[in-house]
């Protein structure tokens, strides 16, 4: 009942078009299409229109979906895969809150065109020798938050002490892709976190699909994934994973809650911040969606708030003032 549909397109070409002769609010936009893929028509959109845009994208090419974010889409849809008829009215009801949420967002806060350089590493660097972290920094971030993330970790390098616990809200089979786009950005490591592994200074854990992942231990920290109910509806959540560096890092422990939809890292962010840490929040003006830094600013467990592009800076500035 809120939403007027008021057009379609059968190829890229028709689509852009259509988007300047009927200024939709939103536009859902296939991957595949003819004429002009949804990657070729995605720039003309968002250069001529406020369409905020939600690509359909394939479980089996994660690579295109990030490549959309990076060029303005707000936003993602995993289409069903073959034999998955069944779940189409589950998929309507992801999509109808989609094209709601979508409609929140503020045509300027799209993500602008960029091109991350791909950085140069220490292939030689043995994991198995590198010293453990003194210090521990949990990331959280939903809507919007690959590009930030991105970002994020461009302005971050090794020499500062510390591992980097990563929680990104993803569908099933995207991770991987995203550790990928994570390592272009900077000389850390990045992996998919496996349970039981042991944490180590200048690399990077994101948590796979389906598992909460939290921090276990004393002197020895290893990564401990749990099978266990979800969390605001979605698993790995940011809770447990801040909830678990407050127990073990105390004031050595730093939460970051970036762009995204929800409450999640509210509680955890109070948790940082009681047992002595620090947390750090992106800002209204830059965030795609403002429901997590949001909440953890209602919440009184922001430390300090900061627009995307200085969210690096003031973990640099965090790390090098943690209190013993």
Known sequence: PAIEVVGTART????????????????????????????EALPHIIRSSDARVIMLSGIDDPDTTYQALD??????????????????????????????????????????????????????????TAPPPSRLVAITASTGGPPALETVFSGLGSGLDAAYLVVQHLPKGFTSSLVRRL??????????????????????????HGLHMK?????TLRIALEDTPSVHGV?????PLFQSVAGVAGTHGIGVVLTGMGADGA??????????????????????VWGMPGATV?????????PLEDIATEIRRGLRGVRV
């Open 298 to 306: 209602r919440a009184g467990a922001a430390s300090h708030v900061a």
């Open 267 to 288: 509680r955890g962010s109070r948790a940082i911040v009681d047992a002595g840490g620090m947390t750090i929040v992106q800002d209204e003006d830059s965030s795609v």
């Open 215 to 219: 921090v276990s231990g004393r002197r």
């Open 235 to 239: 698993r790995p959540a940011a809770d």
């Open 71 to 128: 060029l303005g889409a707000t936003d993602f849809i995993v289409k069903p895969a073959e034999g998955f008829a069944s779940s189409i009215a589950d998929l309507s009801e992801v999509l109808l809150k989609k094209i709601k949420l979508a409609y929140r967002v503020r045509p300027e806060s799209r993500t602008a065109v960029r091109e991350v350089e791909p950085v140069a590493r220490d292939h030689h660097r043995a994991a198995a």
């Open 183 to 208: 390592a272009r950005t900077s000389d850390l490591a990045f992996v998919v976190a496996e349970d039981g592994m042991l944490l180590e200074r200048d690399t990077a854990y994101v948590a796979p």
């Open 12 to 39: 890229g070409v028709e689509a852009i078009e259509k988007t300047v002769a009927l200024e939709p609010d939103v536009l859902t936009l296939d991957i595949e299409m003819p004429e002009l893929t949804g990657i």
